[in-house]
């Protein structure tokens, strides 16, 4: 017995136990050095008078159920960090820390059927190379979790490139391509406008010189002159009115695809704003109506184009809501609003489609999430949205919605 006492004394482990009365009958050297309290100080006496600051309510459960079962019980340290503190056994990294352990509650006695257990035996072990490996698992879990979500960002970012690279190609070349021939028409036009106006006061010259004296059916009163007069001046009307709609529009895409160099600069939001609606106008003006309240806001420093992007999607999302809401010949409503304050720049998107769902509204912002059907919608749209407001202008967005009435999406960037 002496023997197998002195051998307890020599592991690099604590062991003791405890009688009925959770009184220690056993205090080995480890726990001895380790817990500040020598053997004659705590044998004989109730364990949780000795350390009043254990988890009472844990571990007397413990040692209650092995006394009743009589059986061997184990408790990680992934489940209880520590029951003794020994603040100077093992520090983990930074400061002072306390050893992470595993314990085990060994009943002794007789045991087995219709013997009883004298004393549970808790022996506690060292884990805290296990819970160091645990933490360098769990920090490099984290770092290629980060790490991912940087190379989706980053991939997210040169998708958006590519695509305003594109658009801006696009739009500068259709836009060229365009207003040659538009201004040949619209020049012709005007022309042809200055020359019938000319052409009347010929012929109301005339008739006021011949009409009278001439016995022949007369000038004035010829159908098809008539008719010419009244609606020549219409035709030429709508026709100019065509060429400045069109005019407008290859302007505005001169506008929302206007390169990036990579540099910030200032730009009027509200301008912005009108542009890509102008752009997107084939898109919401048979679904929605569209109402504006655009506030007095100073020029922000920022991308541009990017931003032109931001104000397509929320508009695409609200129409796309909208007309998921809405029958023919019923149409919602599109509101934008901007103002700002002493520190940001604000606009507001509101319709009163669908709303978001409540499932899915921590998702909206994951790239390729989308609700969409396959070949409708591929997820990226919120994400860039996201991702130029947030990451590239240090903005927030964010939006209220009620699923059935409509959602608003509001955008902050800094001034």
């Not at 059927?113 to 004298?118: I, R």
């Not at 490996?133 to 490099?140: G, M, V």
């Not at 709303?355 to 919120?382: E, H, M, N, S, V």
Request: charged letters at 20%; glycine letters at 8%.
């Amino acid at each position: 017995m002496d023997n197998a006492l002195a051998m307890l004394d020599r592991l690099n482990a604590g062991v003791f136990s405890v009688d009925r009365e959770l009184k220690v009958t056993h205090w080995n050297l480890f726990m001895a050095s380790n817990s500040g309290k020598p053997a004659e100080q705590v044998l004989g006496r109730d364990l949780f008078a000795c350390f009043p600051e254990l988890p009472e309510a844990w571990l007397r459960w413990k040692l209650r159920s092995v006394f009743l079962l009589g059986t061997f019980a184990f408790s990680s340290w992934k489940q209880r960090p520590y029951v003794f503190k020994f603040p100077h056994n093992r520090p983990l990294t930074g400061g002072i820390d306390f050893m992470h352990q595993d314990i085990a509650f060994l009943p002794v006695g007789t045991g087995g059927a219709g013997g009883d257990v004298e004393s549970v035996c808790v022996l506690i072990t060292d884990a805290t190379d296990a819970a160091l490996s645990h933490r360098a698992l769990s920090d490099a879990r984290s770092r290629l979790e980060r790490e991912m979500a940087e190379r989706q960002r980053v991939e997210a970012e040169l998708r958006l490139a590519q695509k305003l690279e594109a658009v801006g190609q696009l739009a500068a070349g259709i836009a060229h391509e365009i207003n040659t021939p538009i201004q040949y028409v619209s020049d012709s036009v005007a022309f042809i406008g200055e020359a019938f106006a000319e052409m009347r006061i010929i012929i109301e010259t005339f008739r006021q010189t011949h009409g009278v004296q001439d016995h022949r059916p007369a000038l004035a009163d010829n159908e098809d002159l008539a008719y010419l007069e009244q609606n020549v001046p219409t035709a030429i009307e709508r026709a100019l009115s065509g060429l400045e709609r069109v005019a407008t529009l290859v302007r505005a895409m001169k506008e929302f695809g206007q390169p990036s160099d990579g540099t910030k600069s200032f730009a009027d939001l509200n301008r912005a704003v009108i542009t890509t609606l102008i752009v997107a106008s084939s898109e919401y003006k048979d679904i929605a109506e569209l109402e504006l309240d655009l506030g007095e806001v100073p020029e922000v420093s920022c991308h541009i184009a990017e931003l032109n992007q931001v104000f397509l999607q929320l508009i695409l999302n609200a129409t796309h809501a909208i007309a998921e809401a809405h029958t023919p010949p019923d149409r919602g409503v599109i509101r934008i609003r901007t103002w700002g304050d002493d520190e940001s720049v604000f606009i507001s998107v509101t319709d009163n489609g669908c709303g978001i769902a409540a499932d899915i509204q921590p998702r909206i912002y994951d790239p390729f999430f989308t609700t969409k059907p396959i070949g409708k919608g591929t997820g990226q749209g919120l994400a860039i949205a996201h991702s130029i407001v947030v990451d590239r202008h240090a903005g927030s967005i964010s939006f209220e919605t009620t699923p059935g009435q409509g959602t608003t999406f509001l955008g902050r960037l800094p001034r």
